[in-house]
């Protein structure tokens, strides 16, 4: 997965969806990757993240 932090407007999206893999920095909002290679079960997850994200700041590379 890789995470593009200049392009995250801080809308939370992610650590909603997906709260294991993303959670927001208190000062500012902006998401922060907790798991940079979520597991199997954390899939289905990160892709909804990165395709509910607003700013597109989330991309998945999967092998």
């Known amino acids: 997965m890789e995470f593009?932090?200049?392009k995250?407007?801080?809308a939370g999206q992610c650590a909603?969806?997906?709260?294991?893999v993303?959670?927001?920095r208190?000062?500012?909002?902006?998401?922060?990757?907790?798991?940079a290679e979520p597991?199997?079960?954390r899939h289905d997850a990160a892709r909804e993240?990165?395709?509910v994200c607003p700013a597109a700041?989330?991309?998945l590379v999967e092998a």
Not at 16 to 20: G, K, T
């Open 26 to 35: 208190d000062e500012d909002g902006v998401a922060i990757v907790l798991d």
């Open 22 to 24: 993303f959670d927001q």
């Open 57 to 59: 700041a989330i991309r």
């Open 39 to 41: 597991g199997p079960d």
């Open 8 to 10: 995250c407007v801080a």
């Open 49 to 51: 993240a990165a395709a």
């Open 4 to 6: 593009d932090e200049p």
């Open 16 to 20: 909603m969806v997906a709260p294991d």
